[in-house]
């Protein structure tokens, strides 16, 4: 029985505007998967994002949602959820917008560890604003403003929310379209700071300019570089040699960032009476 994916989808919004080939639609129906898994209340659910093509996902989906500045998604869904911790805050946003131009609000959500789910989009590139170089362009390959190969040494995003102190960070790929969702629902449920990065590669500004033949060579190099975590740990470096760990990378139960600052408002009140 096909999944009824349109119950979810906004009237008169669809065809969307993401490229053929683009894995961001994947992304969306594993988004919509997770949120009926979790059985979300749409009018309590909040989507938020910054700019970008990963950006536009929440403008399709019929909820709360956010469509912010570039860069500022992070921010924007803290806010919301101060404003009302009891809503279920969902980011959505590219690899440019969240951690170059959005890094330092994505390092400072991780570190408060706010109760809130990020999926980040990591398609190795800037794809709406031009084709640029982000922080997650592999070394050598090319862009519009690197040419002749990037320099840069790249971010690796989970790495990076582990150290800034999210409390849930999973990765999977594109073409792990039923792990997707379900590393989704359970960041949602976790009590805290829940990074989902999915890899997802841009056959247009990413993929063009570094001589993919297809968007299934494209998928085919994403299955061939995923090893699941629990595969990893019986296996070499010699074997992981550019291979990048998907499944659940890090979980650790905390004190969570709201529930802190409500206790600090009613200490504060204390005193003031």
Known sequence: MAYDYEKSIRPGKLPHIWCPGCGHGIVMKGLIRAMDTCNLDRKMTSIVSGIGCASRLPGYLDACTLHTAHGRAAAFATGVKMANPEMTVICCGGDGDGTAIGGNHFIHACRRNIDMTYVIMNNYIYGMTGGQFSPCTPTGHLASTTPYGNPDPVFDISKLAIG???TYVARTTAFHATQIDKLIAEGIKHKGMAIIEVLDDCPTTYGRRNKFRSVVDMMKR??????????????TAEQLEGKILTGVLYKEDKPEYCEQYQNVIERAQGKAS
């Not at 061939?224 to 019986?234: E, T, Y």
């Open 164 to 166: 800034a102190g999210a």
């Open 222 to 235: 994403l299955k061939d570089m995923a090893v699941p975590v629990q595969a990893a740990s019986k296996m």
